[in-house]
């Protein structure tokens, strides 16, 4: 599956952005979706997840009760609405594709993830 990520852009602090995963080349509903980030000299963190069948969703602390992670199967696409930006949350934002066979599962690692977007760049000025 090919992934492409989009909706990063310079946002003020407060402010909302929504990114989009697009996938194609095989139906997104065989896989666990993943938001993922990295800063300059960070490691790379999950900042959200979404299970095989929506049924659960993951956050990392920092941006639980501002980032709504959701995906479309129909329309073979992911999502993470991102609002009350903070300038922490300035990185590069990736998407992933998890190919595992449980329903409900969703890895924190990110070498568990098949399949990887190109990253867009999310800005946040305070």
């Known amino acids: 599956v090919q992934l492409q990520a989009s909706g990063g852009g310079l946002v003020q602090a407060g402010g909302s952005l929504r990114l989009s995963c697009a996938a194609s080349g095989r139906s997104f509903r065989s896989y666990v979706m993943g938001w993922f980030r990295q800063a300059p000299g960070k490691e790379r963190e999950l900042v959200a997840g979404?299970?095989?069948?929506?049924?659960?969703?993951y956050y990392v602390d920092s941006v639980q009760g501002r980032f709504t992670i959701s995906r479309d199967d129909d329309k073979n696409t992911g999502y993470l609405q991102m609002n009350s930006l903070k300038p922490e949350d300035t990185a590069v934002y990736y998407c992933?594709?998890?190919?595992?066979?449980?329903?409900?599962?969703?890895?924190?690692?990110?070498?568990?993830?098949?399949?990887w977007g190109q990253g867009t760049q999310v800005t946040v000025s305070s």
């Open positions: 979404i299970s095989r069948n929506g049924g659960r969703t």
């Open positions: 992933a594709a998890d190919a595992t066979t449980l329903t409900e599962y969703i890895s924190f690692n990110y070498r568990s993830y098949d399949y």
